[in-house]
C-alpha cells in the first residue's frame, strides 16, 4: 500500500513526488513514456526563475534524480485506470495493479492532431510536432508550421534560422501569440504567412512531399515541402479518469488552486486541470500544493 501515486513524471508531478518524499511518505510515480513531459522538447528554458537558459532535457533530468535521491519510486508503465474504494485507491497500468491512500494526477497534455487522413504514417517522414527536436533534419529545406499560438510562432522563428523558407499556416488573420513573437516574426524574410486558411491534404509516397492548403474561400494551392510542423495547441491526457473525475468540456479535469479534484484523496497537478496560465512555474507550484493537500490528508 503506498501513500501516494503520482501519474506522470513531468514537472508537476517530480516535483509533487519531493515534496511527499521530503514528507516521508511512501511514493511510487508512474509514466507511461520518458521522464520530464512536455519541456523535456524544449532548447532553453528562460523564464523559470533562478535558472535561465537551462535546457528542457537538463531541467527534467535534474528534477527526475532530485525526486529519485530522495527515495521516490518511478516506473515506467501506463495508467489504464484508476478507481477509488473509499479507504483505498487503485491505480491499474497495463500491467500491475497498485493500491495507495491517495493519487495525484499529473498526465500533462498531449499534442493536438490535425487529423488528416494520412498525418499519423508521415510522422517522422515530414510530419514533426516539436521543431526543437526536429528542425535539424530540414537544414536548407522548405517547411510548413500550421498553428497562431506561441508554440507556432517559436517554431517559425527557430525554424527561420535553419530552413530555407518557412510558411505559416493559421486559420485565423490575428495570431494569439505574444507582441514580442509577432513582431520578430514580421522581421524575418523567409517566412512567409498564409492567414485564413488550413492545411487540408498532405501528399508524398515514402514522405511527405507536399501540402494542399484551402482557405475560407474554398480556394486551394499545392505548396512544396519537406516538412509540417504541427502546432495547434495540446490536449489533455485524462480520458482514462473521466470517468471518476470530473472533467470540462475540453477535458481538462476541474479543481482550483487546491489541486482538489470531486474524489476526497485525489489531486490533479499540472497542464491538464482547469486553469489559465499553463508554465513550468505553475506546474511545478501545482505538484508542490497537490503533494501537501495530500500530506495533509494522510496526516
Ligand atoms: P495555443 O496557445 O492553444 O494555440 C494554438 C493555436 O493553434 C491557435 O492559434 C489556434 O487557432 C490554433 N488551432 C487550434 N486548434 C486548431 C485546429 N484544429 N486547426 C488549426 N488550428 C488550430 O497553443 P500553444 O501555442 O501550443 O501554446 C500552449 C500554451 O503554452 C499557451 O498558454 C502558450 O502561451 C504557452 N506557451 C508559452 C511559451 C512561452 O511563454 N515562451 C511558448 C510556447 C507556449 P486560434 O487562434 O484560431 O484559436
Not at 514533426?128 to 498553428?147: H, L, M, P
Request: charged share 20%; net charge negative; aromatic share 8%.
Amino acid at each position: 500500500m503506498y501513500d501516494v501515486i503520482i501519474v506522470g513524471a513531468g514537472p508537476a508531478g517530480l516535483t509533487s513526488a519531493i515534496y511527499t518524499r521530503r514528507a516521508e511518505k511512501k511514493t511510487l510515480v508512474l509514466e507511461a513514456m520518458s521522464y520530464g513531459g512536455q519541456i523535456i522538447n524544449t532548447l532553453s528554458i528562460d523564464n523559470y526563475p533562478v535558472a535561465p537558459h537551462i535546457s528542457g532535457f537538463d531541467f527534467a533530468t535534474k528534477l527526475y534524480e532530485q525526486a529519485k535521491n530522495l527515495g521516490t519510486e518511478i516506473v515506467f508503465e501506463e495508467v489504464v485506470h484508476i478507481q477509488d474504494h473509499n479507504t483505498y485507491k487503485e491505480v491499474i497500468t497495463n500491467k500491475n495493479t497498485y493500491q495507495t491512500k491517495t493519487i495525484i494526477l499529473a498526465t500533462g497534455a498531449k499534442n493536438r492532431k490535425l487529423n488528416l487522413p494520412n498525418e499519423k504514417e508521415f510522422i517522422g517522414k515530414g510530419v514533426s510536432y516539436c521543431a526543437t527536436c526536429d528542425g535539424s533534419f530540414y537544414r536548407g529545406k522548405e517547411v510548413a508550421i500550421q498553428g497562431g499560438g506561441n508554440t507556432a510562432l517559436e517554431d517559425a522563428l527557430y525554424l527561420s534560422d535553419i530552413a530555407k523558407k518557412v510558411y505559416l499556416i493559421h486559420r485565423r488573420d490575428t495570431f494569439r501569440a505574444d507582441e514580442t513573437l509577432i513582431r520578430q516574426l514580421h522581421l524575418k524574410e523567409n517566412i512567409e504567412l498564409i492567414c485564413n486558411s488550413m492545411v487540408t491534404k498532405l501528399n508524398g509516397d515514402e514522405a511527405l512531399e507536399s501540402i494542399v492548403v484551402t482557405n475560407h474561400n474554398g480556394v486551394t494551392k499545392t505548396i512544396a515541402v519537406a516538412g509540417l510542423f504541427i502546432a495547434i495547441g495540446r490536449v489533455p491526457e485524462t480520458e482514462n479518469f473521466n470517468q471518476l473525475i470530473h472533467t470540462d468540456a475540453s477535458g481538462y479535469i476541474v479543481a482550483g488552486e487546491d489541486c482538489h479534484t470531486n474524489v476526497d484523496g485525489i489531486y490533479v497537478a499540472g497542464d491538464s486541470r482547469t486553469k489559465s496560465v499553463r508554465q513550468l512555474v505553475t506546474a511545478t507550484s501545482d505538484g508542490a500544493v497537490a503533494a501537501i493537500e495530500a500530506i495533509r490528508y494522510l496526516n
